[in-house]
């Protein structure tokens, strides 16, 4: 494409945006489980943009704590303050966390990434003050997103958001990740067997690397490369008994899962069902924790982890200047008060009659008769929707017809926000969808929006 016709079709500006190929609207206002553009036109966000959006746009309480903070106190630099909101919502956190979390510490960030390479890091450095200093490895899944930065990428396994940067990585092994729809071992038993199988392949690298393995960083549930793929029954059980046997710290990633969107506080709870739960040593999150009203990670580390630094060496050797900036920490504490009295994670319970998690689950199911689509997957308000050119041997479209792509284009002409990725089958090839909307979304909200989903499918199928 040459310079004038990308300029001609206004798609560049001064801001560097995303792709070069298609245009943005322009976002000017929202509003409860809506987003409108400068040209009035109304969008439902059935992905929570990425995600993100869970308690709603525009609530009027979340801004008024920010602006509130910022008129008492914008920014301290964390090596010379801590801040009351700091100190207060990192509590509240930690209960919200759980009982395991009990003594433990948080530390804030701007986002998804930053939390992931200084949870990497607390691993790494946890494992020297406990004077395993040869424990350097964090060994990750294949079809996994942690993040952006480099730390990050190096331990996802996504293909395409890797490929190019690969160079400039510094990688450890990853294992393979059960995706019971196209399951590899033909299981019969919902996939516990091959869960095992898989749970297998982390101890043989754990041993291969021979006392050199620091942490094991994994999704609960797969969320952007695989499109809410939950875990077989007894998978993350034994994954955590493996770590736990073999000296590997466990970092939960729930920048996507956490904070409520499955229907539980965080998604490791939903394995507490099984005989032994799993409780991670770190647990991060971010996205749903400010819901996109301001840039906020949190690194959630357990009392063992952090007593190892305070009483070893006394310094976390990682900083960002903008660590626990006040008004994002303000922003956090007050969604996390929102959550509580909206009771907006039993909202987001799909297993519960009568909640709009139940509600969206039930209204994708009904998706299943279109000849394009193979599976709908997920839990609570987190849900992928999966295409393929053939049901019957579940064959991928060809991946340059961009057929997800295709689906959101047309959702978004009908006034509707989803989250198209490809590469779900092999990094390459796979088109699904995610469903994330905000948990305050209504019934008529619900059908509206799948109606939308079901002719944008037919649209891009024909
Ligand atoms: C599971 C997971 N981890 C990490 C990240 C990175 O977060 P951020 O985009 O806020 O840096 C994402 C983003 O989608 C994610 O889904």
Known sequence: MTESTIARQNLRGPALRRSFRKPYPLAVRGDGVYVWDAERKRYLDFSGSAAVNFIGHGVHEIVD?????????????????????????????????????????VYFTSGGSESIETALKLARQYQ???????????????????????????????????????????????????????????????????????AAELEHAIEAAKGSVAGFIFEPMSGAT?????????????????????????????????????????????????????TPDILVA?????????????????????????????????????????????????????IRSQKLVQA????????????????????????????????????????????KTKTPFPPAENFAGRVGQACQRRGLLVYPMQGCVDGTAGDHLLIAPPAVITFDEIHWGVEQLRNAIIEATS
Not at 67 to 88: D, G, I, M, N
Not at 150 to 176: C, D, Q, T
Request: aromatic fraction near 8%.
């Open 65 to 105: 704590a920010m602006a509130e903070q910022a008129r008492q106190l914008e920014f301290v630099h964390t090596s010379q303050f801590t801040t009351p909101v700091a100190e207060e919502f990192a509590q509240e956190l930690l209960d919200f966390a759980g009982q395991h979390f009990t003594g433990g510490a």
């Open 128 to 198: 020297v003050e406990v004077g395993e200093k040869n424990r350097h490895q964090i060994l990750s899944r294949n079809q996994s997103y942690h993040g952006a930065t480099l730390g990050a990428l190096a331990v996802s396994g996504n293909r395409k958001r890797r490929e190019i940067y690969l160079p400039m990585v510094r990688e450890f092994e990853h294992v393979g990740m059960p995706y019971c729809y196209r399951c590899a071992f033909d299981c019969t038993d919902s996939c516990y067997n091959c869960g095992q199988q898989y």
């Open 286 to 338: 971010a996205k749903g924790l400010s819901s996109g009203y301001a840039p906020l990670g949190a690194v959630i580390a357990s009392r063992k982890v952090v007593h190892a630094i305070a009483g070893g060496s006394g310094a976390f050797l990682h900083g960002f200047t903008y660590n626990a900036h006040p008004i994002s920490v303000a922003a956090g504490r007050a969604v996390l008060r929102r």
């Open 226 to 278: 695989l499109g809410a793929v939950t875990p077989p029954p007894g998978y993350l059980a034994a994954v955590a008994d493996i770590c736990r046997r073999n000296g590997v710290l466990l970092i939960a990633d729930e920048v996507m899962t956490g904070m409520g969107r499955t229907g539980r506080n965080f998604a490791v709870e939903h394995s507490r069902v099984e005989s032994s739960a799993v």
């Open 348 to 391: 987001a319970d799909s297993s519960i009659e009568g909640t709009a998690g139940s509600a969206l689950r039930v209204a994708l199911e009904s998706l299943r008769n279109l000849d394009a689509v193979g599976d709908v997957r997920g839990l609570g308000l987190l849900w992928g929707v999966e295409f393929v050119a053939d049901k």
